[in-house]
């Protein structure tokens, strides 16, 4: 089923286990940043907090899409796309690629509940939003941390859903960082600055949940993320003309922010329309480093439902939602892309735990160095350029979405000398802790391939057996155990 806003997704949450309202009063204050934080540490239910000190008519739901102890671990992004929260990972994932594959264009509507309040001019304040100060050292409260920015493209027309994180500055400004290898939206900015134009934004919160899932998960250039959120959702998503900026928003966004970057490039470091934003903790797992200069949104209007819901995620030591959509989403794009370049592979998974910089792989092996055309063709596709460091390629055998195979396979069938394979001097995401100062600038690292696969030159009796329960006991016996497992007294 497609849910109509973000209170439809959050009664699913709750009738399958995966909600806990907080009717005790917390604080925005590092309260609720360390609360969300215990809770992706513990996969506990995604908290809703129903009382926030200061803020009488907000709420907030955090870590909407973190992993769960109570099922499946992907539970939740499985209801987000309208199917069971007992969906094993592989059935997830292709939920993902048949939405892709199937977009369905939105519809735009007269009005929607993200209006209910209109704020404008001297009535605009950011700090009216129950924004957290989420972790000790931040550089300041984030309202922005589960979301989707909009920006459009002067050329093309071309509308891009992004997720990028966002201070507040003041009443009336916002951060956005600026990572020109990494966000779409920087495109849209370069053409209006060779204009002399602004550029417009809008920040959609708390939206039904596929939105921020797709915003989250980046998408090739020229390919609206609206038309991919309705195949996903099975419906088109509804849409709204903004107030004061020529863009159009999800109608039931819980909080809309509209605004402007000036035409200004960031390298200009312009006092007026650059600011200095973070530390921030970051997604993997570490702070940020030295703050640094970033453009700023200028806000003309803040729209928002009554009663309206904050969504805040706690980016940090994995897993946190990020990296929870990146282990289906991100995976379902590499799989898709090795698959359609004819590449035998089975199985495609990004852990969370590797905070979308490990990739495992397992595949059928066809000839010598296979392995090595297959991390060739992961670091030529869009996921895997920016964000994909190391890939491990496996035999088919092994079952990439459970770490403990993939760790298995790494220490068992890698050949430290003969089967490690790296790449110097490559594009890279400059928020990896290990590069240095120097690469982080210039977008550089490195890459390494492990091929796990077993030598196709060696004898087939010198291949290792398997000692599992499915490869060495016959298969009578297997059904007999299975059968009898209650018996014996086992749940």
Known sequence: MAYKDLREYITALEKAGEL???????????????????????????PLFEKITGYPDFRILSAPTSLSSRNNRY?????????????????????????????????????????????????????????????????????CTWHALITKDPDTG????????????????????????????????????ARKRRTEVAVSIGSEPVTPIIAATGTPAGIDETDIIGGIRGEP????KCQTVDLQVPATSEIVIEGYIEPVHPADCDPHETRQEGPFGEYTGYRGGIPVRWPVMHVTAITHRNDAILTVSNMGVPV???????????????????????????????????????????????????ARDVGINVWA????????????????????????????ALTTRVHPERDIWVLPKTLACPLIPWATPDERVKN??????????????WPSDWVPQVASFKE????????????????????
């Open 237 to 240: 998503l509804e849409l709204v």
């Open 381 to 408: 596709s869009r996921m895997g350029k920016i964000f994909v460091h190391m890939v491990m390629v496996t035999n088919e055998d092994v079952d990439v979405t459970d770490p403990t195979q993939v760790m298995w």
């Open 320 to 370: 946190d939602d990020n990296g929870a959509v990146a282990a289906i989403t991100g995976s379902g794009e590499l799989l898709d892309d090795l698959k359609g370049k004819g590449l035998p592979v089975t199985s495609v998974f990004i852990p969370p735990e590797g905070a979308m910089h490990f990739c495992a792989i397992s595949s059928a092996i066809p000839y010598q160095a296979y």
């Open 444 to 457: 550089l690292g490195a890459k390494v391939l492990f091929d796990a696969s077993w030598p196709l030159d």
């Open 472 to 491: 060495l006991w016959p298969k009578k016996i297997q059904d007999k155990v299975l059968n009898s497992w209650k018996e014996y007294g086992f749940r």
């Open 75 to 143: 539970a939740r992004i499985a209801l987000a796309f309208g199917i069971s929260e007992k969906a094993t990972t592989k059935e997830i994932i292709n939920k993902y690629i048949e939405g892709r594959k199937h977009p369905i264009p939105p519809v735009v509507v007269k009005r929607g509940p993200c209006q209910e309040n209109i704020l404008t001019g001297d009535k605009i304040d950011l700090y009216k939003l129950p924004a957290p100060m989420i972790h000790e050292g931040d550089g300041g409260r984030y309202l």
């Open 20 to 46: 806990q309202r907080v009717k005790k009063k917390v604080d925005w204050n590092l309260e609720i940043g360390a609360i969300t934080r215990r809770v992706q540490d513990l996969w506990s239910p995604a």
């Open 158 to 193: 071309w509308v891009n859903y992004g997720m990028y994180r966002q201070m507040i500055h003041d009443k009336k400004t916002l951060g956005i960082p600026y990572i020109p290898a990494v966000e779409h939206w920087t495109i849209h900015h370069l053409k209006n600055i």
